[in-house]
């Protein structure tokens, strides 16, 4: 599924532009969105990537995820959502999405998941 673009998306986030180059010796494109310590431990932001919204969501074991940041259902910020190590929960009707795999635990369609990772303590997404 695509990702969300910034014009269904209202609400101010940090605007990112893309990485032009590949990481060396990862042959991936991964864009540095800033300190893991902008996001607190079970929470999740927005970022605007070169138009794309994405959540990035620090679990609380540690580890992060990144989905398309707008509910397929009607539009709500899925960052603003409540998690637990394998779902988050949108916080306008209460649909649910698996962290990892995108997948609705409602029966709705999927939202885009991105790989990312804390590297130095900053946040790497591919996209
Ligand atoms: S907008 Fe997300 S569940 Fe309705």
């Given amino acids: 599924m695509e990702g969300a673009r910034r014009a269904r998306y209202p609400w101010s986030v940090p605007d990112i532009a893309a990485a032009d180059r590949a990481a060396p010796g990862s042959g991936a494109r991964m864009t540095p969105l800033g300190s893991i310590h902008d996001i607190p431990l079970g929470e999740g932001r927005t970022y605007a990537i070169d138009g794309d919204m994405v959540a990035v969501?620090?679990?609380?074991?540690?580890?992060?995820?990144?989905?398309?940041?707008?509910?397929?259902?009607?539009?709500?910020?899925?960052?603003?959502?409540?998690?637990?190590?394998?779902?988050v929960v949108c916080p306008l009707h209460l649909y649910a999405w698996d962290l990892t795999t995108g997948c609705s635990r409602s029966g709705l369609p999927p939202v885009a998941t991105y790989p990312v990772r804390v590297d130095n303590d900053q946040i790497l997404l591919e996209l």
């Fill in 57 to 87: 969501f620090r679990l609380r074991d540690g580890s992060v995820r990144a989905l398309s940041a707008v509910c397929p259902h009607q539009g709500g910020p899925l960052a603003d959502g409540q998690i637990d190590l394998q779902q």
